[in-house]
């Protein structure tokens, strides 16, 4: 499996773009509702991901008895394992979105505080930022590695 269709597992998929009534409140009940079901439904895609690649595991760590073929498949072992850890960091992250949402605190961005934006959230539904802090915190970020 390429790199690619790696990360494309890693998105959400699914569910239907948000339709926002004339002058609906932003995060009012309906669309923490909305995003609530985004994140849950991501949440679990990810947990079973990572189940399966637990069993998949167990099952042919004990068909390889030769050592040749041990070390080989303990590599791609190795390389499963970090992808999992990323996906276990996210599910972390999407609990503290999930929390947000109850807390009605999410959808702000947090370092300026205006709307993130119904189409940036579905994007990227954990994105605590808007897009404009975000690039300035990456700008930043980059400058501070040099
Ligand atoms: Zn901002």
């Known amino acids: 499996m390429s790199t690619n269709e790696k990360q494309q597992n890693s998105t959400i998929s699914g569910f239907e773009p948000y339709v926002q009534t004339k002058g609906e409140e932003y995060m009012g009940e309906p669309?923490?509702?909305h995003f609530t079901k985004i994140l849950q439904k991501w949440k679990q895609?990810?947990?079973q991901e990572v189940d399966r690649t637990v069993d998949h595991m167990k099952d042919e760590a004990a068909?390889?008895?030769d050592p040749a073929d041990r070390a080989s498949q303990e590599?791609?072992?190795s390389l499963e394992l970090r992808a999992r850890d990323r996906e276990r960091k996210l599910i972390k992250k999407i609990?503290?979105?999930l929390q947000?949402?109850?807390d009605e605190?999410?959808?702000w961005c947090e370092s300026c505080g205006i709307e993130i934006g119904v189409r940036r959230l579905e994007a990227r539904p954990t994105a605590d930022m808007c897009v404009d802090c975000k690039t300035l915190a990456e700008i930043k970020e980059k400058q501070v590695g040099k």
């Open 31 to 33: 669309m923490r509702k």
């Open 63 to 65: 068909n390889f008895p």
């Open 100 to 102: 947000l949402i109850e």
């Open 45 to 47: 895609d990810l947990m």
């Open 105 to 107: 605190e999410y959808g």
């Open 75 to 77: 590599e791609e072992f």
């Open 95 to 97: 609990d503290k979105t």
